[in-house]
């Protein structure tokens, strides 16, 4: 039976550890300020923007919801990006994705400066992690590598296998394990014969976005499972590992909910801080 790597547990001892670091830099006089924007009233964006503010309180930091209309037009945007990049007392900018269609996500992020860019998606910090330089890393990849760092999983050598090609998880995790020496497979909607790639992986990456598409005959014996899906199915939360049977075969697994998910708060609030005290 696998273990559990638990993004719930360790996210609380990582808060006491966050707390302590904001009293510290508020004694120097330093507020770490975080601003999220929204725009459009999506379900699951209200519900993350929430989570995000709570953790924000629970370390103290100085954190504000901008919300937008649905309507807001790309300008009228990207100026209020341009007010924030120009205060102060604002270390972190995150804009709440997806975005309403009329507006271009890209030219909308690019906007961010990078040194405030706590999502880690500018160009500039994607550019700096794939060249192996120090880099304001997305949260959910960051998170994952903290997550296995703190079970002890040993990287050098070992095959890795990502299922997902997106800007956001699929090539950070995958430039984070070639960083730390594993050979990387990257397998997408269009690779035939998966589980052929599956079946050697000692680290699998699912974020693919359907759910429980990785099934247990499809993991080798032993390997971590890292389950970064979020996907609803009959009012319930699912993960894309189909978990039960996965974990009979597997030698650590991430859950859902309570794995990956929590972990990219964290990882949020520890680039606000990093952005603060640089």
Do not use: W
Not at 38 to 54: C, F, H, T, W
Not at 104 to 119: A, C, G, H, S, T
Not at 182 to 204: G, P, W, Y
Not at 207 to 228: C, I, N, Q, Y
């Amino acid at each position: 039976m696998a273990k559990i790597l638990s993004g719930k547990e360790l996210s609380e001892k990582l808060l006491i550890k966050q707390a302590e670091e904001v009293a510290q830099l508020k004694q120097k006089g330093i507020v770490p300020g975080l601003v999220v924007i929204l725009v459009g009233e999506d379900p699951a964006s209200q519900i993350y923007v929430r989570n995000k503010m709570r953790a924000c309180e629970k370390v103290g930091i100085y954190s504000e919801t901008i919300r937008l209309e649905e309507n807001t037009s790309e300008e009228k945007l990207i100026e209020v990006i341009d007010r924030l990049n120009s205060d102060e007392k604002i270390n972190g900018i995150l804009v709440q994705l997806p975005l309403p269609r009329h507006i271009d996500d890209q030219n909308v992020l690019m906007r961010i400066l990078p040194e405030k860019d706590v999502d880690g998606f500018h160009i500039a910090n994607a550019g700096k992690l794939f060249t192996g330089q120090k880099s304001m890393l997305p949260c959910t990849p960051k998170g994952i590598m903290y997550m296995l760092d703190d079970a002890k999983i040993v990287f050098e050598g070992k095959n890795a296998v990502v299922i997902g090609r997106s800007n956001i998880v699929g090539k950070p995790i995958a430039m984070l394990l070639l960083n730390r020496n594993c050979t990387v497979t990257i397998c997408h909607s269009r690779t035939q014969n998966l589980s052929e790639f599956t079946k050697h992986a000692d680290i699998l990456v699912a974020a693919v976005g359907k759910a429980k598409f990785v099934t247990a005959d499809m993991v080798k014996k032993g390997a971590v499972v890292v389950d970064v899906g979020i996907n609803r199915v009959d009012g319930k939360v699912v993960g894309d590992v189909d978990f039960e049977p996965v974990s009979e075969v597997a030698g650590y697994i991430t859950p859902v909910p309570g794995g990956v998910g929590k972990m990219t708060i964290s990882m949020l609030i520890q680039n606000t801080i990093e952005a603060a005290k640089a």
